[in-house]
Structures are given as structure tokens and as C-alpha cells.
């Protein structure tokens, strides 16, 4: 029942096709909603290009809409994508992009752009900057009880192995 109601929502977009060459931008949010699902799906089981090419319909889309919340959601999933293929410099300017919406809208969103920034930092090897957003998205998500705390503490856990400091960072990964 939920892929026949995925097919029915995405259907408009793709024109009815597999996968067109270029879908249509989404026109309301249960499509959009639909797409970033399936752009989700593409980033775990087929290919982080697949579902970059796919958010990026999604965050276009939403960008014309009214609702910061969402729209900060959505360029973080297209900046995690970013990330895993390599465009490393786009990826860190979503995310910045999407920290500036969540600060300003204090959504739930903001823990996960701080530990996505953290990390990228982390893999760059900027470790100072990435200890500045872990440490604060480890602070944030003990005091909001979020569902993203442990993610923080493993992101952080690998900041302190690459700082080779491995006892720290046992201690991070016994306590996620």
C-alpha cells in the first residue's frame, strides 16, 4: 500500500517513467514529501548521486515554499548526499546554509546540522572547528533529549580517534 501511494504521488514527476532525464519539480508537499523519501532510499541502497540529483529537485522546490523548518530539513539531506560523493564545498555551504535557518528558527533541525557540520570537519580534518559544532550539538541534544544525541557522541568519538586521543573517544562511543 505505501509503495502504491509513493508510485501515485511520484508519477507526475517522472512523467510516468522509471526515471526521467528530468523530472518535474514536485507541486505540492506530499509529492515533495514522496521524493525526498525516495531520495533517501537512493542514497542507501543505489547511489548518493541518484539521491543528491533527487534532493536537489526537492530543495529547489521548497525553497519557494513558506516553511524554513522543512526547507533547512531538506538541505541538510542534500548536503549529507553532497558529502558522500565528494563535493565537499557545496556540502559545507548547505549546511551552513541550513545552521543559519535552524538558529533562526530554533528547529528540531539544529542538532542534526551541528553534528553533519562536525563530521564534515572531522573528514577534512579541521578539527578544531569540527570539536566547536560537536561540542555544541552534544550540549544541545543532552538538553533537548534528542533522538540525534547518540549520532553526536559517534561523530565526536571519531573526532577523538583522528585527534588521537582513543580513551576520550572510548569513552564517547561506551556512552552513545
Given amino acids: 500500500a505505501a509503495f502504491r501511494i509513493m508510485k501515485d504521488l511520484l508519477d507526475p514527476v517522472f512523467l510516468g517513467e522509471a526515471m526521467a532525464d528530468t523530472p518535474q519539480p514536485p507541486t505540492n508537499d506530499k509529492q515533495a514529501w514522496a521524493l525526498n523519501i525516495l531520495a533517501n532510499s537512493y542514497r542507501f541502497c543505489v547511489s548518493a548521486c541518484k539521491g543528491a540529483a533527487l534532493h536537489e529537485i526537492v530543495v529547489r522546490w521548497d525553497e519557494q515554499q513558506n516553511d524554513d523548518h522543512i526547507f533547512a530539513v531538506r538541505l541538510v539531506n542534500l548536503a549529507v548526499d553532497q558529502q558522500l560523493i565528494g563535493d565537499l564545498q557545496t556540502a559545507e555551504q548547505n549546511f551552513l546554509r541550513s545552521l ?10 539544529l542538532v542534526r546540522c551541528l553534528r553533519e557540520l562536525g563530521r564534515l570537519y572531522t573528514w577534512l580534518g579541521r578539527f578544531s572547528d569540527a570539536e566547536t559544532f560537536l ?17 553526536a557522541l559517534i561523530n565526536h568519538s571519531h ?16 556512552e552513545a
Wanted: zero cysteines; a neutral charge.
Fill in 100 to 109: 543559519e535557518i535552524a538558529r533562526r528558527t530554533s528547529g528540531s533541525n
Fill in 159 to 174: 573526532l577523538l580517534l583522528a585527534q588521537e586521543e582513543p580513551s576520550r573517544a572510548l569513552e564517547q562511543a561506551q
Fill in 135 to 151: 561540542v555544541e550539538a552534544l550540549k544541545l541534544a543532552r538538553e533537548l533529549e534528542s533522538r540525534y544525541l547518540r549520532g
